[in-house]
């Protein structure tokens, strides 16, 4: 769009402005403003929330449970109990005691910090049959 456009638009604006409320034409060009205006605050909202999306995914993917590169039923990593992984922009809720928190602590992404605390590590070795063989979940051996 082109000044000459704006300056058009802005003079129409002060124009509709001095019609009488009930004026259907000033109906529409309000309408139209009001629709521009919830168009900018949408965006504006989706850009903010995106942004928080991405920071949130950040500090849950640096505690060990909520980590991309986890491997299943293979020891975390220790790390210092009570090393905190982050703060969320959007309060998430427990998955044990359903509250809100948005403190995450290094280990666990879905827990608060105190529910985290009372948790036991979920450290475990992997299981291993007698014989050498590798364990499998479906129970067989390899
Ligand atoms: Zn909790």
New binding site residues.
């Given amino acids: 769009m082109d000044s000459e456009t704006v300056w058009t638009v802005l003079r129409a604006l002060g124009e509709a402005r001095r019609l009488p409320l009930d004026d259907p034409d000033r109906r529409w060009i309000a309408h139209a403003a009001l629709a521009l205006v919830r168009d900018g605050q949408q965006r504006h909202k989706q850009d903010r929330d995106h942004v928080a999306k991405e920071a949130d995914a950040a500090v849950l993917a640096a505690t060990a449970m909520g980590s991309p590169d986890r491997v299943i039923d293979v020891p975390i990593s220790e790390r210092p109990v009570g090393e905190p992984a982050g703060e969320l922009r959007r309060a998430r809720r427990?998955?044990?005691?359903?509250?809100h928190?948005t403190r995450v602590g290094s280990l666990y992404h879905l827990?608060?910090?105190?529910?985290?605390a009372s948790t036991p590590r979920a450290v475990r070795p992997v299981p291993t049959c007698r014989g050498g063989g590798r364990w499998s979940p479906g129970g067989g051996r390899r």
């Fill in positions: 427990c998955y044990v005691c359903k509250e928190f827990l608060c910090p105190l529910c985290a």
